[in-house]
């Protein structure tokens, strides 16, 4: 990004609907389609006013079923359309487990090029919204597994504009999430015009050289914060926003790893088998010898979901003061 | 099943009719290679068709090569070859060879033509339906008249939500597709009664608000008929069709099934005796579309083809082992950037 390039400042939400709408505006083989993304603009307004500028042939109401939204969507890419589907919540998309895993990630693979599968799946993620069992949950450890599917998970709307254009233009499937709590709670600078940020490249938010933070989505806000805390009591630690999931850039880790020498991961979804568990192992073959303090991870518990009630739900969340507290532990370990 | 007479269908040539009889031929045999070869063990697997030779044939002379798309299943030797799929890759893919158009990573039948307009299809039953109908948005929403989607599948795909789901989205987008149900009674073992309530499949089609056919499947000209006007429907923008093509399912699932272990050999035999691919050829010599002497000489010819062909494919060698990396994506396989 050019430094002096002009910018508009936006929240998260916003960030996702002008990508979308320069996408639309830019390719006519771009079709959004999912559930109640036309008259409506979606739950969140992310595309509202879509189907009256673009049509609904390009803004499809579907039916309510997911596996077929995004089933046609496949069909769609293999036949050279660009089709964005939406799922309206993460925890609507097992339906859609199938097409994900079973085809759009293998067509290419299969084919052995013959097909390929550029298609985006949109989904909104995460708690702290109250949305309880079925309105709350991560759902990116089902999906990182599997190769042949890429995974994006910004938090910044700079960061979701340029990688929201990356995720369209992949020749290959992406499954893109959004944090819904940072949806409006998140503003930032976003460079006008089209630009992209390249798919498996992290980014450090925050340099510092006592600790590395490595999280995602809307956790690296409430990371930074902590940092920002502790730096009054004269801790520099580093905060690596990953942005994206698989792949997952192993460089920016190492390296910040082989300056801070400790490393803390801190993640939303649940703690077994989550992503930080594969950082770790990582770290763990790679720069074992580069470690003064064992990794620690800071994670969703291992319980299904988080629950309704107010308490139940804050247990489930890390505050920012119990990252500030395990971040000034291995600072000082 | 009767030979039905179907008023103001699109008529058949004799040539059409030879057509149709010589991809029955060549699909049985194709059929009946893959078991030897299993037997054999020169192949790991095979899929027969019997049974389904006249649906298969009648819906392939339906397809308009350079227009229209198929998305098959596995079961699908007869409709591949009659859409254009070349013979040797048939083989390619019975051997799994390093010239196979997937390289050797699918499995047998599972097969990928881009440039004919035949999609690479997973194992997993209905979710190429799915596809077939993103398949036809495509051609809706370009505009791209005059061309339409085959969507093959069993009567047991007809369970799967994700075969529901296709047919609705195409009912209400009116979409260019045709879903031809080749109900041959057994999903595996489990007959049609395990399946569904309704006796025929094509009443399912009422429930989306999408025209159904039946078809007797073991008539070649009928489906070819029923399918072509379908065809035609879709690709001017009449809409989708659910066509069931009646056949049976003569023998097991697939090499590593054993029928004999859930239907009765009397079931068999009697439906043998409605065997598609001998009653053809006596309807065509009584037309006088073909004789005696140019009926055997065409199986000769089928014959030589299929040895021919086998033995050629048979020497090729097998993908290396670093076969197994690479388009996984259009980038590196590697998860860690
Ligand atoms: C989703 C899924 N479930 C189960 C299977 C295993 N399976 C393979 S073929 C088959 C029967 C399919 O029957 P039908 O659709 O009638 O087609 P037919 O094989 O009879 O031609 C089953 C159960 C599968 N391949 N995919």
Known sequence: MAVAAPTQTMNNVEAVRATLYEALKADPRTIVLGEDVGARGNVFLITKGFIEEFGPERIVDTPLAEASIVGIAVG????????????????????????????????????????????????????????????????????????????????????????LTSAIEDPDPVLFLEHKRTYRLVKGEVPTGRYTIPIGKADVKRAGDQLTVVSYGLYVHQALDAAARLEGDGMSIEVIDLRSIRPMDKGTILESIRKTRKLLIVHEDNKFGGIGAEIAAMVAEEAFFDLDAPIRRLCGPDVPAMGYAAPLEEEFMISTEQMAETMRELVRF | ??????????????????????????????????????????IAIAMGSEGHEAAQAGTGLAFERGQDLLYPYYRNTGILLACGFPLADLFRSQFARVTDRTGGRSIINHVTAKGLGIASISSI???????????????????????????????????????????NFAAIHRLPVVFVCENNRWAISTPQSKQMVNQDVAAKAGGYGMRGEIVDGFDPIAVYQTVREARDRAANGGGPTL????????????????????????????????DPVPRFERRLVEAGVINEAALAALRAEVSATVNATTDAIEAEPLPPAAGLYGNVYEGPDDPWA
């Open chain 1, 76 to 163: 769609m890419a293999m036949e050279g359309l660009r089709p964005i589907a939406e799922i309206q919540f993460a925890d609507f998309i097992y339906p859609a487990f199938n097409q994900i895993v079973g085809e759009a990630a293998k067509t290419r693979y299969r084919s052995n090029g013959d097909y390929t599968c550029p298609l985006v799946i949109r989904t909104p993620y995460g708690g702290g919204v109250r949305g309880a069992l079925s309105h709350s949950v991560s759902i990116e450890a089902l999906f990182y597994h599997v190769p042949g599917l890429k995974i994006v998970a910004p938090s910044f709307p700079a960061d979701i504009k340029g990688l």
């Open chain 2, 1 to 42: 099943m009767s030979d039905t007479a179907v008023a103001n269908m699109p008529a058949v040539t004799n040539e059409q009719s030879l057509t149709l009889l010589r991809n029955m031929l060549l699909q049985r045999a194709v059929d009946s290679r893959g078991f030897q070869l299993n037997r054999q063990g020169k």
């Open chain 2, 125 to 167: 039953i209905a979710a190429q339906c799915a596809h077939a109908v993103g398949a036809a948005y495509k051609l809706k929403y370009l505009k791209e008249t005059g061309r339409a989607v085959f969507c093959q599948h069993g009567e047991g795909a007809t369970s799967e939500g994700e075969w529901h789901e296709a047919m």
């Open chain 2, 243 to 274: 066509v069931e093509a009646q056949c049976y399912r003569f023998l097991s699932h697939t090499t590593d099934d054993d029928d004999r272990t859930y239907r009765s050999r009397e079931e068999v035999e009697t439906q043998r005796k409605l």
